[in-house]
């Protein structure tokens, strides 16, 4: 009886979940109607509740596509222009390459010495008894360094007053072991957002300069970057800034809701009842400092970032940022195969061979692939943080993009 009682409860509750499945309105899939690029973008931004967004397309060295969607400030109606700034988050890291791939052309660092020639304090990795740190390994994300990522740390619309050798310290060297791999250096591939951190300090320590300082003087001014920097008061103010924004969706006629901090929950009502964008809201964020931001703080617009690929790519930019060794040392595969092979100086090729990173934080999602031999690139930023709706819009944005 006990056990029949059981069964019925939870056929019952079966089919009342399906019944609920059936009748809830979903979001439409409506770009797959759409042969206008424009149109298309549009209705994958309603589809994924995606605020603002820059779309740059590069064919044959030539900027083919670069426009801008949506909003910077939902609140303030402020449309995102191809010269609004978005956070990048980790696309940061290749960028920070460039700097110490300069300071390597230039004789101020060996990119294969140990990372204590250059630092301020000693790190020694707890499983290295002979091999040292280098800074390669930190770009390939080889060093043994464990990853780090607190967004308890970060400051609210203000860089952080924690400088970045203070945090890079007391993380490596007051903590002891605490944010070291098993493995030593040189050993296996691990992402590392404060290996990033530790190439950053090198930056400034070698150079006699903030990260932010050098890369303005260095890269970002030479190309004509002008709304590009690392920190926030780079910026005249924020309000010029795109508003870092994340998602509710909840399921329709039901109190049951989720965001990013409930990454299980909100990846089941996307994936089982996908909300309109009517039972969807938009959570603003304030514009984070972060100590470590190395690892993913600049803010460019989309026409700047077309403006570096277009320089990356090109065979002869005068030398301006670009080297051909400085390029040749960074599209070169760094590591063995048997420890990865898609490994390059921070870039890192995708399954489909091209070359390039994502970045993603609190509200921010960013996109950059290319092809160096074609000359090709997509770039694709977001003020919106990433989660199943935002990624399977990406890829959705990417594979149109690509084929175009």
Same mark, same amino acid.
């Given at each position: 009886?006990?056990?029949?009682?059981?069964?019925?409860?939870?056929?019952?509750?079966?089919?009342?979940?399906?019944?609920?499945?059936?009748?809830?309105?979903k979001?439409?899939?409506?770009?797959?109607?759409? =042969?206008?690029?424009?149109?298309?973008?549009?209705?994958? *931004?309603?589809?994924?509740?995606?605020?603002?967004?820059?779309?740059?397309?590069?064919?044959?060295?030539?900027? @083919?596509?670069?426009?801008?969607?949506?909003?910077?400030?939902?609140?303030?109606?402020?449309?995102?222009?191809?010269?609004?700034? $978005?956070? +990048?988050?980790?696309?940061?890291?290749?960028? *920070?390459?460039?700097?110490?791939?300069?300071?390597? @052309?230039?004789?101020?660092?060996?990119?294969?010495d140990?990372?204590?020639?250059?630092?301020?304090?000693?790190?020694?990795?707890?499983?290295?008894?002979?091999?040292?740190?280098?800074?390669?390994?930190?770009?390939t994300?080889?060093? &043994?360094?464990?990853?780090?990522?607190?967004?308890?740390?970060?400051?609210?619309? !203000?860089?952080?007053?924690?400088?970045?050798?203070?945090?890079?310290?007391?993380?490596?060297?007051?903590? &002891?072991?605490?944010?070291?791999?098993?493995?030593?250096?040189?050993?296996?591939?691990?992402?590392?957002?404060?290996?990033?951190?530790?190439?950053?300090?090198?930056?400034?320590?070698?150079?006699?300069?903030?990260?932010? @300082?050098?890369?303005r003087?260095?890269? %970002?001014?030479?190309?004509?970057?002008?709304?590009?920097?690392?920190l926030?008061?780079?910026?005249?103010?924020? &309000?010029g800034? !795109?508003?870092?924004?994340?998602?509710?969706?909840?399921?329709?006629?039901?109190?049951?809701?989720?965001?990013?901090?409930?990454?299980?929950?909100?990846?089941i009502?996307?994936?089982?009842?996908?909300?309109?964008?009517?039972?969807k809201?938009?959570?603003?964020?304030?514009?984070?400092?972060n100590?470590?931001?190395?690892?993913?703080?600049?803010?460019?617009?989309?026409?700047?970032?077309?403006?570096?690929?277009?320089?990356?790519?090109?065979?002869?930019?005068?030398?301006?940022? $670009?080297?051909?060794?400085?390029?040749?040392?960074?599209?070169?595969?760094?590591?063995?195969?048997?420890?990865?092979?898609?490994?390059? %100086? %921070?870039?890192?090729d =995708?399954l489909?061979?091209? +070359?390039?990173?994502?970045?993603?934080? +609190?509200?921010?999602?960013?996109?950059?692939? %290319?092809?160096?031999?074609?000359?090709d690139?997509?770039?694709?930023?977001?003020?919106?943080?990433?989660?199943?709706?935002?990624?399977?819009? *990406?890829d959705?944005?990417?594979?149109?993009?690509?084929? *175009?």
């Amino acid at each position: 009886m006990k056990i029949r009682k059981i069964v019925m409860f939870v056929s019952f509750a079966i089919v009342a979940v399906l019944a609920t499945w059936l009748v809830i309105p979903k979001q439409k899939a409506i770009s797959e109607h759409h =042969n206008d690029i424009d149109e298309f973008i549009l209705d994958v *931004m309603e589809e994924a509740a995606i605020p603002g967004m820059g779309i740059a397309v590069i064919r044959n060295g030539n900027t @083919e596509l670069i426009r801008a969607y949506g909003f910077a400030d939902i609140e303030k109606k402020k449309p995102a222009t191809i010269d609004t700034p $978005f956070n +990048i988050a980790s696309i940061s890291k290749p960028i *920070m390459g460039i700097a110490i791939l300069q300071l390597a @052309e230039r004789g101020h660092l060996n990119l294969d010495d140990d990372i204590n020639t250059y630092l301020p304090f000693k790190i020694d990795h707890p499983s290295a008894s002979s091999a040292h740190i280098s800074i390669r390994q930190l770009a390939t994300h080889t060093s &043994g360094i464990a990853d780090f990522y607190d967004p308890k740390t970060y400051s609210h619309n !203000a860089d952080s007053n924690i400088s970045l050798k203070e945090h890079v310290e007391k993380l490596l060297v007051a903590s &002891g072991s605490d944010y070291y791999l098993p493995n030593p250096p040189g050993t296996t591939r691990e992402y590392s957002n404060l290996g990033a951190a530790v190439a950053g300090l090198i930056v400034e320590s070698t150079s006699g300069q903030s990260l932010s @300082e050098y890369s303005r003087e260095n890269i %970002f001014l030479p190309l004509g970057m002008a709304d590009t920097g690392w920190l926030l008061a780079d910026f005249e103010g924020l &309000g010029g800034l !795109a508003v870092p924004y994340e998602v509710e969706q909840c399921i329709p006629y039901i109190s049951i809701c989720a965001n990013w901090k409930s990454p299980i929950k909100n990846g089941i009502i996307s994936e089982l009842f996908n909300p309109p964008i009517d039972y969807k809201t938009f959570q603003r964020h304030p514009h984070y400092g972060n100590p470590q931001y190395p690892d993913g703080g600049i803010r460019t617009s989309i026409n700047d970032l077309n403006t570096l690929i277009l320089a990356l790519l090109d065979s002869d930019d005068g030398d301006t940022v $670009f080297s051909d060794s400085l390029k040749g040392e960074m599209l070169a595969k760094q590591l063995t195969d048997d420890i990865d092979e898609r490994q390059r %100086f %921070f870039w890192r090729d =995708n399954l489909q061979g091209r +070359i390039g990173h994502k970045g993603a934080d +609190i509200g921010v999602f960013s996109s950059l692939y %290319f092809d160096p031999v074609k000359k090709d690139a997509v770039i694709i930023v977001m003020n919106r943080g990433v989660d199943m709706a935002s990624d399977r819009a *990406m890829d959705k944005l990417s594979r149109r993009l690509w084929s *175009m």
